[in-house]
């Protein structure tokens, strides 16, 4: 499993080693969330941010065959996934989130805000970094608005939706 990273502002500094080190912690993110899918599936997309003082971790997958995303929150629920053992699962999955964070952090490399990861069921990982920091949006709204952006995805509630017109309202003022 080889990682491509997109937006990845590698200091010269950094070295061969650092990045070795960087797909190998992608590629123990990647185990991690593939153990906690239930089924099989042919597509995965996670979310992770992280700062000094808070962390926001989903992620969304294609069940084999399928187009309509289920998001990790809801396998508890859908599948005979014990709910211990599911949020012993989610912790380690932040942990080695959190790991990356400092790794990057600690290597002198430009430190991301989040990070978008993308696993085919062939195994590519596509890795999208970004260094922006929105400080206003909440886990919630950041989560609205990244499944709609990358699954199409419209939430169901009134507040979701209001969330996502106000994100989408906003994005047609700025490009006007």
């Known amino acids: 499993m080889e990682a491509i990273f997109n937006n990845f502002n590698k200091h010269e500094s950094v070295n061969d080693n650092t990045v070795l080190?960087?797909?190998?912690l992608f590629k123990g993110i990647a185990f991690q969330v593939t153990k906690m899918i239930p089924e099989e599936w042919d597509e995965v997309k996670i979310y992770g941010e992280v700062n000094s003082s808070a962390k926001t971790i989903f992620f969304y997958y294609l069940p084999a065959g399928e187009n309509e995303p289920i998001y990790s929150q809801?396998?508890?629920d859908k599948f005979?996934?014990?709910?211990?053992?599911?949020?012993?699962?989610?912790?380690?999955?932040?942990?080695?989130?959190?790991?990356?964070?400092?790794?990057?952090?600690?290597?002198?490399?430009?430190?991301?805000n989040n990070f978008t990861m993308s696993i085919?069921?062939?195994?590519?990982?596509?890795?999208?970094?970004?260094?922006?920091?929105?400080?206003e949006d909440n886990p919630t709204k950041t989560r609205i608005i990244w499944?709609?952006?990358?699954?199409?995805?419209?939430?169901?509630?009134q507040y979701g939706k209001g969330l996502l017109d106000e994100y989408l309202g906003n994005n047609q003022t700025s490009k006007d």
Do not use: C, M, R
């Open 74 to 76: 809801t396998i508890p």
């Open 80 to 112: 005979s996934f014990s709910a211990i053992d599911y949020l012993d699962a989610e912790d380690e999955l932040s942990f080695l989130i959190e790991d990356l964070w400092e790794y990057t952090k600690v290597n002198d490399n430009e430190v991301w």
């Open 120 to 135: 085919s069921k062939e195994g590519k990982l596509l890795v999208d970094f970004n260094y922006d920091l929105n400080e």
């Open 21 to 24: 080190k960087i797909n190998e």
């Open 147 to 157: 499944a709609y952006q990358h699954f199409g995805l419209v939430p169901k509630s």
